[in-house]
C-alpha cells in the first residue's frame, strides 16, 4: 500500500489562500488518480478534486477557487486553494487510487486541518 502524507493545513482568513501538499512513498504514475477529499464531523467525507492523466475534476463546491495540480517532485500532488471560505473549513485528506486489472485499489492519508475563520 502507497503511504501518504499531507502538508499545508492550518488557520487562514475568509478570502485568504492556502496550498496543501501530498507526498506518496512513491512516482505518481499516469494511471494513478490523485484525489482531495474533505471531512466535517458528523458529515460524510465529501470529494473536493481529482487529477487522472492531466484530467481534472472537481466539486462543485470548490470550482473555479481550487486548482489540483502535479507538484514539481514526482511524487507529490498539491490543492491550491483560492478565496476561502468558512464552509471551506474540514480535515483534508489526500487520496490515491491504482487500478490493477481493472480494479481499483485505494490509500488515504491521515489528513490535515483546514480552519477559515477571522
Known amino acids: 500500500q502507497v503511504q501518504l502524507v499531507e502538508s499545508g493545513g492550518g488557520l487562514v482568513q475568509p478570502g485568504g489562500s492556502l496550498t496543501l501538499s501530498c507526498s506518496a512513498s512513491?512516482?505518481?504514475?499516469?494511471?494513478?488518480?490523485m484525489g482531495w477529499y474533505r471531512q466535517v464531523p458528523g458529515n460524510q467525507r465529501e470529494l473536493v478534486a481529482t487529477?487522472?492523466?492531466?484530467?481534472?475534476t472537481y466539486g462543485d463546491s470548490v470550482k473555479g477557487r481550487f486548482t489540483i495540480s502535479r507538484g514539481d517532485a514526482r511524487n507529490t500532488v498539491n490543492l491550491q486553494m483560492n478565496s476561502l471560505k468558512p464552509e471551506d473549513t474540514a480535515v483534508y485528506y489526500c487520496?490515491?487510487?491504482?487500478?490493477?486489472?481493472?480494479?481499483?485499489?485505494?490509500?488515504w492519508g491521515r489528513g490535515t486541518q483546514v480552519t477559515v475563520s477571522s
Open positions: 487520496n490515491l487510487v491504482v487500478k490493477i486489472s481493472g480494479v481499483g485499489y485505494a490509500s
Open positions: 512513491r512516482s505518481i504514475l499516469s494511471g494513478d488518480t
Open positions: 487529477l487522472t492523466s492531466g484530467t481534472t
